[in-house]
């Protein structure tokens, strides 16, 4: 049984799949939030510079902790409202197909600024 819930866990992380447990919930948001500085650092030293690179880049740090709101925080800092596209497309996502929707919140900032929280 042990093997069944690794493999969902593991399978359960990729886009538009659903986690069918809380582990593997866990596991599919934490692979969300683990995009600070350049998940596409390698792309884009090889000339690659849409949307995803200058996104990736523009993350600098990502932390969980106590939420304001929400039991969970995920706070995405930012050094440009690019790594919006970041959110958008890789943590939202993640988290809309996970248990812990309506569990967390998100909190982007930028430049030092906190902007609007996303509450998924």
């Known amino acids: 049984?042990?093997?069944?819930?690794?493999?969902?866990?593991?399978?359960?992380?990729?886009?538009?799949?659903?986690?069918?447990?809380?582990?593997?919930?866990?596991?599919k948001v934490?692979?969300?939030?683990?995009?600070?500085?350049?998940?596409?650092?390698?792309p884009y030293k090889r000339g690659k510079s849409d949307i995803h690179a200058i996104s990736a880049l523009?993350?600098?740090?990502?932390?969980?902790?106590?939420?304001?709101?929400r039991p969970l925080r995920?706070?995405?800092?930012?050094s440009d409202r690019a790594g919006y596209f970041q959110i958008e497309r890789v943590l939202l996502p993640k988290v809309e197909t996970s248990l812990l929707r309506g569990h967390l919140e998100i909190a982007p900032v930028v430049d030092g600024s906190e902007d609007r929280l996303i509450t998924p």
Do not use: F, N, P
């Open 1 to 27: 049984m042990m093997e069944m819930e690794v493999a969902h866990a593991i399978y359960a992380t990729h886009m538009g799949v659903q986690a069918l447990t809380l582990e593997a919930s866990i596991v």
């Open 30 to 42: 934490a692979d969300a939030t683990d995009m600070a500085e350049g998940r596409a650092r390698y």
């Open 58 to 69: 523009s993350i600098k740090k990502v932390e969980l902790g106590k939420g304001r709101e």
């Open 74 to 78: 995920i706070t995405v800092y930012m």
